[in-house]
């Protein structure tokens, strides 16, 4: 009986040990689990801090650049902002004469010996078309004979006609219909010539979107931007910049941005200007 008891017990106790054993290598292996995750978050948060460090230094050795000719820049700056509120309210054309100057325009025309058959005519001439259908259009004079005249030099392959063609019909400029399929196929047309205009008009597309349209893609958008900022256009230079800032359609980089921030405000881009200003503050001597 004593050993048939003995027997039974240390049974129960093998047992018991072998039920134990699987449960301590669980909790064993998942400490180490555990502890493997913790290190890797902790490098992880260290990696990012070491990175915005990092940033943070470049940011201030770019915005150092700035800072040289600071004083200067700025006074400059607020002695030709006086003049802003005179510029039209769209940057682009260029020149947008005003109807007091059509009659010149006009005369002018004569002079060179400009016609009706706008596959024939001289650059000279295409150019004093385009301005007076920018008169026509972007003050409001007569939109839909201004936009005629686009779209008949458009069809004809004057690029800046097809990007014009694309806004107006994109933005309802001028009281027009909005037609903005259609105007983003001329905006499109207008990439497939070159145009570095139509890259930053596109680009804007794609940054807020149109309703059954176009999606919104700020990857895309950047892309353009970044494209007519190769380029030198002053305002795609700025939302290079402003997406660089915000990490919009790109990863989030300021350093990499205040090159072209001061680039565009140096050449009058309001906004820009202001980003600067902004970023001298928030990052003092």
Request: charged letters at 25%; one cysteine or more; glycine letters at 6%.
């Amino acid at each position: 009986m004593w050993f048939q008891r003995t027997l039974r017990s240390e049974s129960r106790k093998l047992v018991a040990a072998s039920l134990a054993l699987p449960l301590a290598l669980s909790f064993v292996y998942s400490t180490a689990i555990c502890d493997d995750d913790t290190m890797r978050k902790r490098r992880e948060t260290i990696l990012k801090a070491n990175a915005r460090s990092i940033q943070r230094l470049n940011t201030v050795g770019e915005l150092k650049k700035i800072r040289k000719n600071q004083e200067e820049m700025l006074r400059r700056w607020e002695l030709d902002e006086d003049g802003w509120r005179e510029l039209p309210a769209r940057a682009w054309p260029e020149y947008q004469p005003s109807p007091d100057h059509l009659p010149a325009i006009r005369e002018k025309m004569v002079k060179e010996g400009c016609h009706e058959k706008v596959k024939t005519q001289t650059e000279v001439c295409q150019s004093l078309m385009f301005q007076v259908a920018t008169s026509l259009v972007f003050y409001t004079v007569d939109p839909p004979a201004g936009f005629q005249q686009y779209q008949e030099m458009a069809f004809a392959g004057h690029v800046d006609s097809m990007v014009a063609c694309g806004i107006i019909l994109v933005e309802g400029i001028g009281g027009m219909t909005h037609r903005e399929a259609e105007g983003v196929r001329w905006l499109q047309k207008a990439i497939e010539q070159g145009s570095t205009q139509a890259f930053y008009e596109l680009g804007i597309v794609y940054f807020t979107g149109i309703d059954g349209v176009v999606e919104e893609d700020s990857k895309k958008a950047f892309q353009y931007f970044k494209e007519a900022a190769n380029r030198g256009h002053v305002g795609a230079l700025f939302m290079t910049a402003d997406c660089l800032m915000e990490g919009e359609g790109t990863e989030k980089n300021v350093a990499r941005a205040i090159p072209m921030l001061y680039q565009a405000a140096d050449q009058g881009h309001r906004y820009a200007r202001q980003r600067v200003r902004e970023l001298l503050k928030a990052y003092p001597l």
